[in-house]
């Protein structure tokens, strides 16, 4: 559905509120001791889809810090947040709906500075998942909640100075077991497919198909 790992340079296709820059390949916000939410927020909107990003922070102000990704995203009053919150070393999932804050649930994850974090917010249904690693540690939580039922994906930033990069969304679309597909409007002859895969752990796989598709009936004839 969409990615930018911001290697042309530029934020296009983002609106945000605050200053954001694109630096060698990395989008970076430095909100300083503000206690203010940072937001930009990419053109692409659903309900159920999976929002990736790396993330770095490389400092902190204050007393209250974090770093998140938001889906679901409506405006800066009505969002879900899966979000770093490096001052409590946990991973939130909170929602914020007509401007009233709420925690769904946390767990525990230590934000260490200077180090790539990849998290990942998902939502399928009423059901927010949150899941995030450093290559040596991991975190998952999961929530239900049916506040929100569409909306954009937004970085958000929160008394840090941080990067964020590779942002990615794919769309969340379970499929039956076994899947049939209709090729009636298909045209006959020798087809090729890619199939990709995704599972709620994040692993990833594909497969190379080819097959031979014909929709015409057989013919019985009596001799």
């Not at 053109?43 to 889906?71: E, H, M």
Request: aromatic share 12%.
């Amino acid at each position: 559905m969409f990615r930018d790992d911001f290697s042309d340079g530029d934020d296009e296709g983002w609106t945000k509120t605050g200053a954001w820059d694109v630096i060698e390949g990395e989008y970076v916000q430095d909100s300083g001791l503000t206690n203010t939410h940072y937001f930009s927020t990419a053109n692409i909107s659903g309900a159920d889809y999976s929002a990736d990003a790396r993330i770095r922070v490389a400092d902190t102000y204050g007393t209250v810090q974090g770093v998140s990704l938001l889906v679901r995203f409506q405006d800066a009053n009505n969002f879900y947040m899966c979000q770093l919150r490096i001052d409590k070393d946990a991973l939130y999932i909170a929602k914020r709906v007509s401007g009233s804050w709420a925690l769904l649930n946390s767990t525990p994850y230590i934000t260490n500075t200077g180090v790539w974090h990849s998290l990942e917010c998902k939502t399928e249904g009423d059901r927010i998942f949150a899941c995030v690693n450093n290559g040596s540690h991991a975190a998952c939580t999961e929530a239900s909640d049916s506040s929100l039922g569409w909306g954009n994906i937004s970085l958000n930033n929160y008394n840090t100075k941080s990067s964020f990069d590779d942002v990615s969304v794919e769309s969340v679309n379970p499929l039956p077991c076994p899947y049939d597909i209709d090729t009636s409007g298909w045209e006959e002859g020798p087809t090729d497919i890619w199939v990709f895969a995704k599972d709620e752990a994040g692993n990833k796989a594909q497969g190379f198909y080819s097959f031979i598709i014909d929709n015409t009936p057989p013919r019985a004839e009596n001799s």
